[in-house]
């Protein structure tokens, strides 16, 4: 088991460039979660999907848009990339819905807008 | 809304010395879960303990124990007989006890460092 995978591992976008993150999980997991990592914020929560065919915004969803493919797949786009967009982002996932279950996390990409 | 404090942004401690990261947290509920995540230089996050509310018994995992005190709304990590792969970023969690839509809200973390 992969667990979870992110591509890219690193990314440098030009403001107002746009991209999409992949993730994907081969644990059979129904939810799947976006955060952002910034030097002194933690992780915070950009868009959670509880189950496949549903996404939901968490505490910071503006600048971006999320899709959930499939089951495994949950996609997060920035459609016009600014420098505040600058940071790590993980993708996780869980067997269900809820912050009880536990959380896997993928190893991170890397976005710099310059 | 529910916070979570890391007051320290950095720890070292001595190899096979005992350590004690500290967080608090703030909530009127009454059930809920708390979580330690570490993150080493690799990135990759891990679930390393978790303690559910109602519990009065501290989790404790291999050299990971908690020190969980709920009217303090206190939440501490000790890890014991330190090891250099215990270096990392080490993020305190928490989330309430109810369906589907309850999320985790993470401190800002701590940076231990092992020295040999």
């Known amino acids: 088991n992969a667990g979870v995978t992110q591509t890219p591992k690193f990314q440098v976008l030009k403001t107002g460039q746009s991209m999409t993150l992949q993730c994907a999980q081969d644990m059979n997991h129904n939810s799947m979660y976006w955060y952002r990592q910034d030097p002194g914020m933690g992780l915070r929560l950009i868009y959670y999907?509880?189950?496949?065919?549903?996404?939901d915004k968490g505490e910071v969803p503006n600048g971006y848009n999320v899709s959930r493919l499939n089951k495994r797949e949950f996609s997060l786009r920035l459609e016009s990339a600014a420098p505040s967009q600058t940071s790590v982002y993980f993708c996780?996932?869980?067997?269900?819905?809820?912050?009880?279950?536990?959380?896997?996390f993928g190893p991170g990409t890397r976005l710099t807008v310059l | 809304a529910q916070t979570v404090t890391q007051s320290q942004p950095e720890m070292s401690v001595q190899e096979a010395e005992t350590v004690t990261l500290s967080c608090t947290y703030d909530?009127?509920?009454?059930?809920?879960?708390l979580f330690w995540y570490k993150q080493p230089p690799s990135r990759q996050m891990i679930l390393v303990i978790r303690q559910e509310a109602y519990k009065q018994q501290n989790a404790t995992e291999n050299r990971l124990s908690v020190n969980f005190q709920k009217a303090a709304k206190s939440f501490s990590l000790k890890i014991s007989d330190s090891q250099l792969g215990d270096t990392a970023m080490y993020f305190c969690a928490f989330t309430l006890y109810t369906g589907a839509n309850s999320k985790l809200t993470f401190g800002k973390g701590i940076t231990l460092s092992v020295r040999p």
């Open positions: 909530t009127s509920e009454n059930n809920y879960y």
């Open positions: 996780a996932s869980s067997p269900l819905a809820g912050g009880s279950n536990t959380q896997y």
């Open positions: 999907s509880a189950s496949e065919g549903t996404t």
